[in-house]
């Protein structure tokens, strides 16, 4: 029987046979590998994907509608009213702080950020997206997925696309490649050009009017939207509760009062407290009118909620707030959904342009059960809603269609969160929540801005006491 692992020479001496035949195997094989490499280069080469490279449309570009961020091909596009106008290579999350896709808004931008969770690393030309840390910024690209939740963009990319991208553009993050279509559908807003005329008409006369007030008072006029109409807002609706308040005591006073004497006095309080609701009460609904001329030329945003069942309605007041970002204006009011057990999926429907018809709209799905069309076709949006918004809506005004709720990371600062839970979302799930964790609920019943544009319930979304948590770094990332 011939020995597997020895062999014998002539001699009959007994040596073993594997440096000779591991010398001859390893020459085989390595003549085979020389004839076989460029054959086996040449397939692996054939079998991977090729990887997207930065382009640009050939024609001029317009003004940026919206960025789509395909996690499936490693490519961001940007588009115009038009279609696309440019388009790169990207770079989004690793395995456990996957790029979280779904639906977002720009809502900061800063040329020279640096994070503060991972140890001060550069991430210039930074789009925030969300507060506790998801941008779209400058970085480097490894040809996959590499990052801790952002999308990074070639430096260069980066810095050309930061001047051309504004606040409060929609960035949509998609797990498969996804392009805008366009749409058509008896739902839409359509926008009336008297009342568009006399917004701006009323926008105009309202400016002109603070800047001779300003000129009187020889006092620099303040900006639409700067910091603290809101709170001056604010402090009109607690006088006028206050006045209201003093208005109806002093009615009281005046049905007790037994002598002359004391109904004089009463008289004469009731009358100097109705005197003075009546000033609070048209010096709010003048300051009402004035914020609300002014969002009335503000492109409006709407979000339609499978599984909340509402509709949320939402414009920038583009006030500046001290922990940084613009205060948006809120509303939310239950909807109509036809059978409301079935998905509708997740739609992004935009007002790109004007037409001599109203508004030129497309539509981006990035998450299955049927087309954008046939999620509208279920939903009875507000009579309210369209009679307030439909009028005045203007290009980049949009509505989106989702199965998912608001994110938590929704809030006084933000437009929509919405991010789809049949994906990862590590890089979510790994970043601490926006501080604080607790957000005040009130039930505000004066009507007007904080009660709702509707007189509906409004819940306060901003952090207890986020006076104090202007340097918190969570807002930082």
Partial sequence: ??????????????????????????AVAGLGALAAGPAIGAAAQKARPAQPTEAAAPRQAGEAIMAIVSIKSQKVTIYDAD???????????MKGHETPAGVFAVVEKNKDHRSNMYDDAWMPNMLRITWNGIALHGGPLPGHPASKGCVRLPFGFAEKLFDRIRMNTRIIISPNDAEPVAFSHPSLFVPNPAALAAARARAETLAREADEA??????????????GETE???KLEQLNTKARADLKAAERRLAAAKTDQAKAKAEDQQQKAAARAE??????????????????????SVFVSRATQKIYVRRNTQERLPDAGELFDAIELPVTIRNPGQPVGTHVITAVASTDAGLRWTAVTIDGAGDAKSALDRITIPQEVIDRFGPTALPRSSIVISDEPPHRETNYRTEFVVALNNQPQGGLITRPRTPPEDRIARYDDRGGFFGGLFGQPRFDTRPRGYEQQQSSPFYRR
């Avoid at 029987?1 to 007994?14: E, K, N, P, V």
């Avoid at 006029?221 to 700067?226: Q, R, T, V, Y």
């Fill in 1 to 26: 029987m011939t020995d597997r692992f020895t062999t014998a020479d002539a001699t009959g001496a007994i040596r073993p046979w594997w440096p000779s035949a591991i010398a001859k195997l390893a």
């Fill in 83 to 93: 279609g696309w106008i440019f388009s790169a290579p990207v770079s989004t999350g």
């Fill in 214 to 227: 300003a000129k009187m008072a020889k006092q620099p006029k303040k900006k639409a939207g700067a910091k």
């Fill in 232 to 234: 001056a807002l604010r």
């Fill in 279 to 300: 000033e609070v009460r048209k010096s709010l609904d003048a300051a009402k009118a004035e914020r609300e001329a002014r969002l009335a030329l503000v492109p409006v």
